[in-house]
Each structure stands twice: as C-alpha cells, then as structure tokens.
C-alpha cells in the first residue's frame, strides 16, 4: 500500500525558504516519478514540479524556475520540495504527489498535505 | 502556461447525472490519453478517479466515467449521491515533462 508522509505545517517570513519532506513507503521509491502540486486558499490546484527518483532528473514549472528545487534520497525514500524567495503568495497547501513509471504518467497517489503560511 | 479550461461548477440533484468539461489545446489534451481527474474533499487528500481518458482506478465505482473529444475532455458522474459534492481537477500531460491542471470546479449535489 502507497504511503506518503509529509513533514509538518511551516510558518515562514517573506524572502526567507522552505523545505518540505515526503516520505514514501510501500512500492519501489525508484521506479515512480514523485510531483509537487500546491493549492492556495481559494484556488485550483497548481503543478510546480517532477522528479525521478532513479537519476535525480527534474522539470519545474516555467513559473518556478529558479525559485524551486526538488530533491530525493534514495536511502530514505524521502522527496524534498525547496521553495525559496517566498512571498505571502506562496502561502498555500503542498502536496506530493507519486506519479507512474513515466514522466507523463498520471499522479495515482496524494500526500496529506503540508500547510505554508508567509507572513511578516 | 495557463490552467485548463473548467467550469467554476457544477450541480446536480441524487441520482441524477452530471459532466464536467475541460479543455485545453492541442499541444495538452488533444495530443495524447494522458489526461487524468481527481476528487478533493475539503480537508482531506485529493484521490485519482479517472486516468488515461476513461480507466478508473481500483475501488472508484463505475458511476464515474471519462471521455475525450479534440482538445475537451470529460468527467460524467452518474447516479449522483452526496458524498460525490466535492472539487475536482482535471489534469494533462503537457509536453516536456509538464503537468497542467484545470482551475477545477465544484459540484453541488442538490
């Protein structure tokens, strides 16, 4: 059975960064792409990234270019989303996300959730 | 890239059918299956109903079904009952390892 497990709600000051964790268990880490999606209050969801777990390959959105970067450890089955340069607009829930076996799989599996508020 | 093309919502009364539309373009939904729909309930994880178009996962029921057409795809529930009011979210695969989703839409059951 699919599990991911995200680290915990953050409160952040504008301009400072963030790294959230996802730790996956239950199928094989490496074989499956891991996404980041986020949800603002109010909003839709919003696709920021992608990885493979097998060689560390990542896409980001065009919008977080250069402001994001995900990561994975293969010893602990565990995903990272960093965010840096945040603005109140960032506050949002993020969530990761398992996709298939191919990057343009579709995501099968959802984390709970990870709040982040920016606030001076 | 702009999000997919939903309506803000939907409504439907129990046991009635509704279908939500996405649509997006040709270098999104009209190139290919990948296009995928997912349920959030409020407070709680979103879950994948439909994959590739038409294919549902293990334990959705049958009430929900996809569909596509050019560059619109489709989400029908049928038979509706309140546990189905809830947002969903259409997504695609976009080219270069992109994902994209809809603006989604929230249905009302009545």
């Known amino acids: 059975q699919v599990h991911l497990v995200q680290s915990g709600a953050e409160v952040k000051k504008p301009g400072a960064s963030v790294k959230v964790s996802c730790k996956a268990s239950?199928?094989?880490?490496?074989?499956?792409?891991m996404h980041w999606v986020r949800q603002a209050p109010g909003q839709g969801l919003e696709w920021m990234g992608m990885?493979?777990?097998?060689?560390?390959?990542?896409n980001y959105a065009q919008k977080f270019q250069g402001r994001v970067t995900v990561t994975r450890d293969t010893s602990t089955t565990t995903v990272y989303l960093e965010l840096n340069s945040l603005t109140s607009e960032d506050t949002a829930v993020y969530y990761c996300a398992r996709g298939g076996l191919r990057g343009y799989s579709p995501i099968q599996h959802w984390g709970q959730g990870t709040l982040l508020s920016v606030s001076s | 890239q702009s999000a997919l093309t939903q309506p803000r919502s939907v409504s439907g009364s129990p046991g009635q059918s509704v279908t939500i539309s996405c649509t997006g373009n040709r270098n999104d939904i009209g190139t290919d299956n990948y296009v995928s729909w997912h349920q959030l309930h409020p407070g709680k994880a979103p879950k994948l109903i439909i994959f590739d178009i038409t294919k549902r996962p293990s334990g959705v029921p049958d009430r929900f079904s996809g569909s596509k057409s050019g560059n619109t795809a489709s989400l029908t529930i049928s038979g509706l009952e309140a546990e189905d009011e809830a947002d969903y979210y259409c997504c695609s695969y976009a080219g270069s390892y992109t994902l994209l989703f809809g603006g989604g839409t929230k249905l009302t059951v009545l």
């Open positions: 990885i493979n777990p097998s060689g560390g390959r990542t």
């Open positions: 239950g199928y094989m880490f490496s074989d499956y792409y």
